[in-house]
């Protein structure tokens, strides 16, 4: 196999909290190849979130990461220094939030944030980067792209900002995009176009795309793999076909079964009973045990994250058995 | 349908207007056309429900669903229209029964920390109305409550918390807890399901069912999630710009959707499915309800838009037995 674009090993970052130390992301392994979109899926305080920002360097204190290697193109980006990583952020590697001012300057007008964030890693003429800007507004479906360009970011509805957003992360032609939650906020019809943006892109440039989301209907549309998290680890991964259609975690076939879907009209859903552990007090062994319908006592000791090959894998002593769903309409 | 419904529509409406400041009323005063930039949220909603059923109502941020699901419960006052309680119009009621049928529509919150008072208990949440409105008698109170939680699977024991010390589920429970606590015939659930995590939004689908069985409740389910509103339904109103551009029974709306706005809503909606699916999306955006389009207001956007859409708005007509939608296709075609 050769080298992938992207191979997260072991990465662990916690939080430390005068509560006690928050394992936030526990040993998380993922690998990306170029052009590949990875769902990465997890409800709140799954760690999704911060396995994104620790990839780039931008856990915050108290969190930090400590242990794992984040490999990006063969190079380890958990060592490497502020001035190496400002290199690469925006660069090589972007991220888009969920919220699209974490990303916009509300006093700057849009041209002025677009042509200083193409002149920060290129030594480019002020006309150049502006024309430049130019073609990335078009490229995400913005009409009269020179216009929006002496805008200010209040001037634009939610949708048009978060595609500013994604504009101003295709700047630079990264080989990786970290979107988190970029559609969370959004309506149906504007979420489809951005959608149907993001596809055409990574298509087109080959760039590769970790989308972090807890919507599993944007994923299995969307992506090309998943992974699933649960209190920081990855607890099943696999192509969307194997995920949705087969999944062998007990945790990925409550999440499946949770979501309404027309086949099981006026049934009552099979709800995962109990809550999203606190993890700040994770139980012992798999930290799904409390709320599985099927511990055993192996379950007291942690599962090793194991299957068929190493991106079709699970962590789960008992997995559920290899069916395919027939009501994934 | 045979009894008179528990709620009916006619008309309603909402408009917000801003005052107009000082400089603007004296412009106005000597001739110029200042204009008072009322938003109309919500414009001339028909709408029935009957009594044990379920009504969803669609639609993206801004098309003016939570401020219909506000009037119906009786927190915003309508402009226009009347409001039908059991077939009569609450305008016209005597103030005791107009106190009556308002408590018996009760409201469910999205966002539970918002709407549960950070510094009550649990116990002075769920129980200060039965008290206040005579329901229960001060002394019964806490047992009253107990039961109540128990109701909405909540433990007994957490009389005593503060709603900061729960989930987001179980507060979602609380707030549940409390709008049943005086006994309504009707919930109106706006977005209630939709700040929580796909696990915890099951179980609360689940409670809303089983209370609907237990206590033969109405619900009018007001939500941006088609997936959910699917499930739990059993008529959908599809609601576009302040208006309802498509109304029938759940399984019908959803496998032949009719109104072109419902059909891309529908075709949108991003589904689990194991095939990979390409995104063709509606073009432009939500118009502004300051400045809404003139004719059909979803003209702009409709790839079937001809000159008359422009012109003339569409009424909500009946298509078929039990099914309403607002578009022109439906004269020049048939139905």
């Known amino acids: 196999m050769t080298e ?129 800007s130019r073609r990335a507004l078009a490229r995400v479906g913005i009409a009269s792209p020179d216009e929006r360009l002496a805008s200010y970011p209040h001037q634009f509805s939610g949708g048009m900002r978060q595609r500013v957003a994604i504009a101003i992360a295709l700047l630079h032609s990264p080989d990786l995009i970290i979107a988190d939650e970029p559609t969370t906020a959004l309506d149906v019809t504007i979420q489809a176009q951005i959608l149907f943006e993001v596809q055409k892109l990574c298509h087109e440039t080959g ?28 607890v099943e991964t696999g192509t969307v ?89 | 349908m045979t009894a008179a419904p528990i709620i009916e529509l006619d008309g309603l409406t909402k408009r917000f207007s801003r005052k107009l400041d000082v400089v603007e009323r004296f412009a106005r005063r000597l001739g110029a056309a200042v204009d008072d930039r009322a938003v109309q949220a919500v414009s001339g909603v028909d709408l029935s429900i009957a009594e044990g059923e379920v ?16 009037m119906v419960a009786g927190i915003l006052p309508p402009s226009a229209g009347t409001l039908r309680w059991r077939g009569r119009d609450l305008r016209e009621l005597s103030p005791a029964d107009r106190h009556h049928a308002n408590l018996k529509i009760q409201m469910v919150f999205q966002d539970p920390m918002a709407s549960l008072n950070p510094r009550l208990r649990v116990a002075d949440i769920v129980g200060e109305a039965p008290v206040v409105h005579g329901l229960v008698p001060r002394r019964q109170a806490e047992d009253y409550v107990a039961a109540t939680l128990r109701q909405v699977g909540l433990d007994p024991a957490y009389l005593r918390r503060y709603p900061h010390q ?26 209630s399901v939709a700040a929580l995590d796909v696990s915890i939004q099951a179980q609360i689908i689940n409670l809303f069912m089983r209370l609907r069985e237990e206590l033969s ?5 007001i939500s941006h999630d088609l997936g959910v509103v699917e499930h739990i339904s059993d008529r959908t109103a599809i609601m576009y710009l302040g208006r309802i551009v498509e109304l029938a029974p759940t399984p019908e709306l959803f496998d032949k959707p009719n109104h072109p706005y419902a059909k891309a809503l529908l075709d949108e909606a991003p589904r689990v499915s194991v095939e990979k699916r390409r995104f063709a999306p509606i073009r432009g955006e939500i118009p502004s309800p300051l400045d809404p389009p003139a004719g059909c207001a979803f003209h702009p956007r409709c790839p079937h838009a001809m000159p008359r859409c422009s012109a003339e708005r569409p009424a909500l007509r009946a298509i078929a037995p039990r099914r309403w939608s607002a578009c022109h296709l439906n004269e020049t075609t048939g139905p």
């Open chain 1, 4 to 132: 992938p674009l992207l191979r997260v090993d072991g990465l662990k970052t916690h939080f430390l909290t005068r509560a006690g130390t928050v394992k936030a992301v526990d040993g998380v392994d993922l690998r990306l190849d170029r052009g590949e979109i990875l769902g990465l899926v997890g409800e709140s305080g799954s760690g999704k979130s911060v396995t994104g920002q620790s990839i780039l360097g931008l856990v915050d204190p108290p969190g930090r990461v400590v242990g794992g290697r984040v490999l990006f193109q063969g190079e380890d980006l958990v060592g490497a220094g502020e001035k190496r990583l400002r290199a690469i952020r925006g660069r090589r590697i972007a991220m888009i939030f969920q919220d699209p001012m974490m990303t916009l300057n509300p006093v700057l007008s849009i041209g002025t944030q677009m042509v200083e964030a193409v002149r920060a890693h290129e030594a480019v003429s002020r006309a150049e980067a502006w024309e430049r």
């Open chain 1, 207 to 234: 760039t590769a795309l970790i989308w972090v989301t807890h919507d599993l209907a944007v994923v299995s549309a969307l992506a090309d793999r998943v992974a699933v998290m649960y209190a920081g680890r990855v």
């Open chain 1, 241 to 329: 076909a194997e995920i949705i259609g087969a999944p062998r975690h007990p945790y990925t076939r409550g999440l499946l079964e949770s979501v309404p879907s027309r086949n099981r009209r006026g049934v009552p859903l099979r709800s995962i009973p109990g809550m999203t552990p606190s993890v700040l007090d994770l139980p012992e062994g798999c930290a799904f045990r409390p709320r599985c319908d099927r511990p055993t006592a192996a379950c007291t000791t942690m599962p090793e994250l194991a299957g068929e090959r190493d991106d079709r894998a699970w962590r789960c002593w008992n997995p559920v058995a290899a069916e395919v769903r027939g009501d994934a309409a």
């Open chain 2, 55 to 70: 009504v969803g109502l669609v639609g993206e941020s801004g098309c003016g669903k939570s401020t219909l699901g506000r």
């Open chain 2, 166 to 191: 729960f989930s987001g589920g179980q507060r979602q429970r609380i707030g549940i807890a409390r709008a049943l606590a005086v006994k309504p015939d009707v919930l109106v659930c706006d977005e």
């Open chain 2, 217 to 221: 409740l109405t619900y009018l389910f």
